[in-house]
């Protein structure tokens, strides 16, 4: 294992050799940096490394790019045990502490990923942020998972019969799965309130959920094409519509309750 500092936040990191020279993100700030190499990583702040040093494991090519990622990565490091000193405590999120193992670092996304899986879907049919009028539910394969409303509460995750907060137990945030998006629309502001239809979308199957601490927003940039609903899921969705809203506000969505009642699991959603 290779040990080394972020560059940006100071958290002290460790890499299987096998990824030297790749780009991975910090765990705690979500920061790009390169993987460096031995060498790199155990020479003191202010050495330099020669070309020979970098050729001989990433070729010409690369050189530059690693001796700059050593570079940030010495400095940060410096920072780092000026800050907190070396015996410091790992802090959460950091490659050290518990939190790590639950939690590795992302690999980047390829180049041009996001724009690709947004031209799967026409520009007025691709949310870019919640709908601060409408209420969003995650669907696993068989239950909900997560829930948003405009309340100031963030995301929620459900937890047995209860709800509790995505930010304060991101260390039950799922890395990877199944998930389904589900926007729940309401009428405008100004109307009596009232459910008007619903919409699905799928999500990216790694990584997605991870977003919800995110901020509110960041879902969005995990879905990937329109979604669909299972027998199990549309259920899932009816129960959890009578149990977070009102009487008032979906007694008249017939069209919506015949739609998560009917058999057709390949529509996205209705009204």
């Not at 209860?162 to 109307?191: H, M, Y």
């Amino acid at each position: 294992m290779i040990r080394f500092a972020c560059p940006k936040c100071g958290a002290r990191l460790s890499a299987k050799e096998d990824i030297i020279g790749q780009t991975r993100q910090c765990p705690k700030c979500n920061t790009a940096l390169v993987v460096p190499s031995p060498e790199m990583a155990g020479q003191p702040p202010g050495a330099s490394l020669s070309a020979q040093s970098l050729t001989s494991r990433a070729g010409a090519g690369e050189a530059d790019t690693l001796q700059q990622g050593y570079t940030a990565v010495q400095r940060g490091a410096a920072a780092a045990t000026s800050a907190v000193g070396a015996e410091a405590q790992p802090a959460e999120g950091t490659a050290d502490s518990p939190l790590a193992a639950q939690h590795a670092a992302e690999p980047a996304e390829p180049h041009g990923a996001d724009e690709a899986a947004k031209k799967r879907l026409p520009l007025a049919d691709w949310p870019q942020r919640l709908n601060r009028n409408n209420c969003y539910l995650i669907c696993g394969r068989h239950k909900i998972v997560a829930a948003w409303q405009n309340n100031g509460e963030g995301w929620m995750l459900k937890s047995g019969s209860n709800w509790i907060s995505a930010i304060r137990n991101r260390d039950q945030l799922p890395t990877q799965g199944d998930f389904v998006l589900v926007e729940l629309k309401f009428s405008e502001a100004g109307q009596l309130r009232k459910l008007v239809g619903l919409s699905c979308y799928k999500l990216s199957q790694r990584w997605a959920l991870t977003t919800l601490d995110k901020g509110d927003d960041q879902i969005m940039t995990k879905i990937v094409e329109p979604g669909c609903l299972n027998k199990d899921q549309k259920a899932a969705v009816r129960s959890a519509i009578k149990e977070m809203f009102m009487h008032q506000l979906w007694e008249d969505a017939q069209h919506v309750w015949e739609f998560l009642g009917n058999t057709d699991y390949h529509s996205s959603g209705v009204g």
